[in-house]
């Protein structure tokens, strides 16, 4: 297996990313150019389109609000439960300090580098993406939605 890395830890699922979606785009592209093209069923390809847009949307927004929410409320565990285990304190006036973007980039790194650029983020108020460019050697996470 690829050793992950910041330039390939995005995470896609193939049936949603590559086929369904791309199918709805083009269903999509398919029925503005219908209604251009086809004025005597104008109104019938309008409502097609629509349709498409609809479905799209709640493929992209509902996938993506139940599946991100619930692993955002897991990163935010996997952290208290790390600071726990490292500083042997609750982590509740820290994690109020970091946003969600710092907190999730910190899953990536080891517990050396772990301390260091939490100490960072803390104090120079570095982003996630920032975080996530400075660990020298990533910690994988291949259990992402």
Do not use: C
Not at 42 to 51: K, Q
Not at 84 to 110: H, M, P, T, W
């Amino acid at each position: 297996m690829e050793t992950q890395n910041y330039k390939n830890h995005r995470k896609y699922y193939p049936p949603h990313h590559f086929i369904f979606l791309p199918l709805l785009f083009f269903l999509e592209i398919f029925g503005i150019y219908k209604i251009l093209k086809d004025s005597e069923h104008e109104l019938l390809w309008i409502l097609f389109s629509v349709l498409v847009f609809l479905i799209l949307y709640l493929a992209i927004m509902v996938r993506q609000h139940y599946a991100l929410g619930l692993q955002n409320r897991v990163v935010r565990l996997e952290f208290k439960q790390r600071y726990f285990e490292l500083f042997n304190k609750r982590s509740d006036e820290v994690e109020g300090k970091l946003s969600f973007s710092q907190i999730a980039a910190l899953r990536f790194a080891y517990d050396d580098e772990f301390k260091e650029l939490l100490y960072k983020a803390l104090h120079e108020n570095i982003s996630g993406d920032e975080i996530k460019k400075s660990i020298k050697k990533w910690r994988a996470d291949r259990n992402r939605i």
